[in-house]
């Protein structure tokens, strides 16, 4: 049976009286001055036990000796495994930690962020923690490597960054890996897609378009990904490519292949171009790479552009198309000398459709365009504006083109009928770069 948390007024507000006590015990231990969190259990309890018996007695709170007890342990165990994190890393509703330095600590709950009560005593309190989270990991920070990305068993994702180049103390976010990744139906109700985008999407799939899903930080990139992959057909072989395992797809044929960073000694490394190079031997019919940011870049557009149509991946740009400048600028970091119009004649050929998601000021992610790559003219791309969402208004997403003019999906018509299209009802296509 679950088991109800007890509340109290603080400035006639309902808290969680753990949270409360939480902090009431943080001060008591800096008053005390002794480094108890250091010494034994026995030692921490007995002094946790004490303070807690003499917050509810003086605050004359109805609570039994057994209630008690249980609120000791509970806050030994947080003091002395990962501190405040353990009630935020338990509660489903979060989906992001943010910490910085150890008196500020910040939360996202739906899609918006909140500033927590709950606090770590000081630097080294935060660093320890930190230090508990990468140890069952094998993941080194020190001075001489400030800076760590790591994944924690249950597929969290874990950054932490310290002093010296942290300048306000230990930093740490943790993105909670959802165990119940939101299907097409919760995207539909949350408003991030209607049916006429998921039957597009539909139609998208089953034509081994290429895909990108472009978006910032936080928009659903990932959340998207999974929900497209679920869309292939059951009988095809997949290869995943991520520097952080968070796809789950239900496939039975499916190869998961995650980066590695480089040991303590620099070695041992393998990133995403190697995973790239090596997913190709392996007879993949879909290639999904959780994201394109490095040196990858040359080996995916040619893997589109060689046989492996109908593979997914993302990319960080803040619109449609800028996402095709992301990818020409990628290219550029790589070194390789590849004239404009060859690069972009790579790229018009590999991609077929660009998803853009955006996350509004209320923390609602939805999908904001999505563009078709038609072509090249005069060395500039020629894209097709499918669909749009219309904020501001009830609409939601509006069809701004009828006709879908590239090679895979020329012709096609989608079932659903649209109440909402664009002035010029026809196809719009646009010159950009």
Not at 16 to 41: F, Q, T
Not at 344 to 356: G, H, K, N, Y
């Amino acid at each position: 049976m679950k088991r109800q948390s007890m509340t109290i007024k603080v400035g006639g507000v309902d808290t969680d009286l753990k949270s409360v006590l939480h902090r009431y015990i943080i001060d008591a231990l800096e008053d005390d001055g002794d480094n108890l969190l250091e010494g034994p259990r026995a030692q921490l309890v007995h002094f946790v036990g004490d303070k807690v018996h003499d917050y509810t007695r003086q605050r004359q709170m109805p609570i039994s000796r057994y209630e008690v007890d249980r609120l000791t342990e509970e806050l030994v165990d947080e003091l002395i495994g990962f501190g405040p994190l353990e009630v935020l890393l338990r509660d489903p509703t979060i989906t992001e930690i943010l910490v910085n330095g150890p008196h500020r600590i910040f939360i996202e709950r739906h899609g918006v962020l909140y500033q927590s009560e709950l606090r770590f005593m000081d630097d080294n309190h935060l660093l320890r923690v930190i230090q508990r989270i990468l140890a069952p990991l094998g993941r080194r920070l020190d001075q001489s490597s400030p800076m760590v990305d790591a994944r924690l068993p249950d597929g969290s994702r874990v950054n932490a960054v310290i002093p010296p180049v942290a300048l306000d103390g230990p930093c740490l976010s943790v993105r909670k890996f959802s165990q119940d990744m939101m299907s097409s139906n919760d995207l539909i109700a949350s408003g991030s897609i209607d049916h006429n985008i998921l039957e597009f999407f539909t139609l998208m799939v089953k034509k081994r378009c290429n895909v990108v899903i472009s978006g910032g930080t936080g928009t659903g990139k990932t959340t998207m990904l999974n929900m497209l992959s679920r869309l292939i057909n059951e009988r095809e072989r997949i290869v995943t490519i991520e520097d952080t395992a968070e796809l789950q797809l239900k496939h039975t044929h499916v190869v998961r292949l995650e980066t590695r960073p480089p040991n303590a000694d620099g070695h041992g490394e393998v990133n995403a171009r190697d995973l790239v190079r090596n997913a190709l031997r392996m007879r993949p019919d879909r290639l999904i790479l959780g994201e394109i940011r490095g040196m990858e870049v040359l080996d995916v557009l040619t893997a589109m552009n060689t046989g492996h149509d109908g593979s997914m991946t993302t990319v960080h740009a803040n619109t449609a198309s800028d996402a095709l400048l992301r990818l020409e600028t990628l290219v550029g970091f790589t070194g390789m000398q590849i004239q404009a119009s060859t690069l972009r004649e790579t790229i018009c050929s590999a991609i077929d459709i660009i998803v853009q998601l955006t996350r509004n000021s209320e923390g609602r992610r939805h999908v904001s365009e999505i563009l078709e790559v038609v072509g090249l003219r005069d060395g500039h791309y020629i894209t097709n504006t499918l669909f749009r969402s219309e904020p501001g208004t009830q609409i939601g997403f509006i069809r701004e083109s009828n006709n879908m003019a590239g090679d895979k999906l020329r012709n096609e018509k989608l079932r659903n009928s649209f109440n909402h299209i664009s002035a010029t009802g026809g196809s719009k296509f646009q010159h950009h770069g």
